[in-house]
Structures are given as structure tokens and as C-alpha cells.
């Protein structure tokens, strides 16, 4: 059987019912800020390493060092590796990781057996003979992530990592993952689905074969960023039509609010607003049975205030992107249902994305 291509409404966001936990965060950017109807508050993490025993070995000199496993920040990092070697690790302002040792010596990068080398962003494979050792690419942390405990398993029918409103995604070139298990362990989750990135955020709509998991978590690789930035975080399932769809003829429009003004002299003043994009002319047709029940409390609970998400074409029939279909809104219109024959309605609605 095919994947339904139809419409999400994805209104039941996992962090908003359970504990959100991330991997860091900068103390004016904590995880909580992306529970909020608020999308100017922002999730910014700090820098984590994770040392687990596949990637915990220093060799120096023919001599191998071992860093306990554990999971770093920047200064106990670096505090660790001065112990275990008696060398020193320091990080320059381009965030490139230098080694320096007490006098001449070998950096042995050949030996790659569970090395810390591509963790401190060293990418070479042959020796180096040197006193100092800086290493090839920056390295701000062995990848972020947000992650949430539903008690229960659950199944995903959609996940979502978004910027502030008209401001570019500050990952746009990241490898993001949605990950979901029954036990807290991520070494190699049942459920590990690379989600679509570009400038507008990241994206998943997984098939409805997708396994049901306790733990969900979205896992950010983007080890050379430091300055990654989330508005909106989703994780949660949705309301999916089944026998209907969103028809075809619906309007989208991006309103620039600006406030334009010209003096006497014909000089143009501006006072400039953020755009917004709004979707007007939406319609559902022939809703019956249980699907209009459903439908009918899906826009009790949503009101006029609250926002959510609205994948329009989740498997890509018709566009581009999951980007170029998927909005983040809140509904503008009366809830209003026709009735056309017997037990069929139709619904219409209008949606503004929310700032």
C-alpha cells in the first residue's frame, strides 16, 4: 500500500506534554524557551563532546592516552585531556583544537584505532612531527540534540526544526536526525530518519510504518557551527486525512507590513515590519463519520491562539520541498462546516503563519 500523501495538522507536540531535555544550552538560551507560543525565544546549545570508548583514545609520542567517557564541555574537555596526557589541548579563535607538547614530538595520526582525532578535528591520516598541532577543522561539539520521554510509546507522524520568523535556519547545511527508541540509548536506535534541511528549517513527515517509541529525539551534526539557533521544535502526531484532502485552489500570499510614507518633497519613508504568510480559500470537502469528528475537535482545541503546524503535501506529490508545503500558523477563520448531501460537509478555513 502506498504512503497517504494527504494533509497533517500537527497540533500534539511530544514537548509540550513531557519533559523537553537537551544535549546544552547557553544560560540565556535554555531548552524550555521552545515551549512557548512565543517564536522570538530562542534555543542556543552551548558545545558538547561525548566520549564514548569508540572515540576516546590520544596517541602521542607511540604512547596511547586514554580520556574516561563521559560527556564534556569545552573547559572540562580540555581539563581532561591536559590530565590523561600531560600535554596541552586549547582551542583558537577560529574554534580550531591545538595540541602542544612540553618539547618535540609525534602526533600519531596514523593510528586511528577508537581515536579522539576527527572529535578534535584532526583529519589527516600520516604522522606529524612537530611541537604544536593545530588541527584541520573547527569543532564546536560532536552534535547537539533535543530529546523527550513520553513514558508511553508513541508514535511521530511529523518533526520539525524552525528558525524565528523571517530569519534563515542557522543549520541549513546540518545533518539532522529524527531518532526514536523504547530504552534511552542512541548508539543505534531502531528508529534513526534523516530529516530534509535547507534554509527554512528541518523537516520529517515519517511513514505511517515507522516504529512507536517511548524516547524521541532530534540529533543535530553540524560540528563546525557555533552558532545554531531554534524558535520551534515539534516532535508529536497528527490529525491525517484519510478519505479527503485539502482541495486544490487554495491561496497563498506573504503580506509585507511595512509602513510606507512620502513627505512633501516625495521622499519615501519606511518603517519596516516583519512579512508574513498567510493561506486563505482552504477547504476540506466531503468530511463524514469519523474524520469530521476528528476534524470538528481538532479546530475546538485549536482555537484562534494556537499555533501549529500544517503539512499540506508530506510525501512531496506536487512540490519541491516539505518546506515549500509545510507552515507554522495559527487559524484566522470562524470554525464553518457546510452541509452538502446526507452526512457529507465541507469545511473552510483561513490560516496566518505565526511571527
Known amino acids: 500500500m502506498s504512503e497517504s500523501g494527504n494533509a497533517r495538522f500537527c497540533n500534539n507536540n511530544y514537548f509540550d506534554a513531557a519533559t523537553i531535555t537537551a544535549s546544552s544550552a547557553l544560560s540565556d538560551y535554555p531548552a524550555s524557551n ?39 564541555t569545552l573547559a572540562t574537555l580540555i581539563t581532561a585531556f591536559d590530565t590523561e596526557t600531560s600535554e596541552a589541548l586549547t582551542r583558537n579563535a577560529l574554534g580550531r583544537f ?10 600519531n595520526l596514523a593510528t586511528t584505532t577508537n581515536a579522539i582525532w576527527d572529535v578534535l578535528g584532526y583529519l589527516g ?7 604544536a598541532f593545530t588541527a584541520d577543522e573547527r569543532r564546536y561539539s560532536t552534535g547537539e540534540w533535543l530529546k523527550v520521554d513520553m513514558g508511553i510509546a ?7 526544526l524552525i528558525a524565528a520568523a523571517n530569519t534563515a535556519f ?8 529524527l531518532q526514536g527508541n523504547n530504552l534511552d540509548m542512541w548508539d543505534a536506535p531502531p528508529v534513526d530518519l534523516t530529516m530534509e534541511v535547507s534554509s527554512e528549517g528541518a523537516y520529517i513527515a515519517p511513514p505511517s510504518t515507522t516504529q512507536p517509541c517511548r524516547f524521541w529525539r532530534m ?3 553540524d560540528r563546525t557551527n557555533n552558532a545554531i539557533a531554534v524558535a520551534v521544535a515539534y516532535i508529536g502526531s497528527a490529525t491525517i486525512l484519510t478519505d479527503t484532502n485539502i482541495a486544490v485552489g487554495f491561496s497563498r500570499q ?8 512620502f513627505s512633501e518633497a516625495g521622499q519615501l519613508y519606511v518603517d519596516r515590519r516583519p512579512k508574513v504568510m498567510s493561506l486563505s480559500s482552504m477547504n476540506v470537502q466531503f468530511l463524514k463519520a469519523d474524520e469530521l469528528v476528528d476534524i470538528e475537535q481538532l479546530f475546538y482545541d485549536l482555537g484562534n491562539n494556537v499555533p501549529f503546524f500544517l503539512c499540506v503535501d508530506p510525501t512531496k506529490a506536487v512540490s519541491s520541498s516539505l518546506a515549500q508545503m509545510t507552515h507554522y500558523v ?17 469545511l473552510s478555513f483561513s490560516l496566518r503563519e505565526v511571527l
Open 34 to 72: 521552545l515551549v512557548s507560543t512565543i517564536r522570538s525565544r530562542l534555543w542556543k546549545p552551548s558545545g558538547i563532546f561525548e566520549i564514548s570508548a569508540s572515540n576516546n583514545k590520544v596517541y602521542i609520542n607511540a604512547t596511547t592516552f586514554t580520556i574516561p567517557v563521559g560527556t564534556y
Open 154 to 160: 508513541q508514535m511521530a507522524d511529523f518533526a520539525s
Open 219 to 221: 540529533f543535530v551534526k
Open 170 to 177: 542557522s543549520a541549513p547545511t546540518a545533518v539532522i536526525k
Open 98 to 107: 591545538v595540541i602542544t607538547l612540553g618539547g618535540s614530538g609525534t602526533l
Open 125 to 131: 591520516t600520516d604522522d606529524l612531527t612537530a611541537t
Open 254 to 261: 506573504r503580506e509585507d507590513q511595512s509602513q510606507r510614507m
Open 330 to 346: 495559527a487559524v484566522t477563520s470562524e470554525f464553518s462546516l457546510q452541509h452538502v448531501l446526507n452526512s457529507y460537509y465541507n
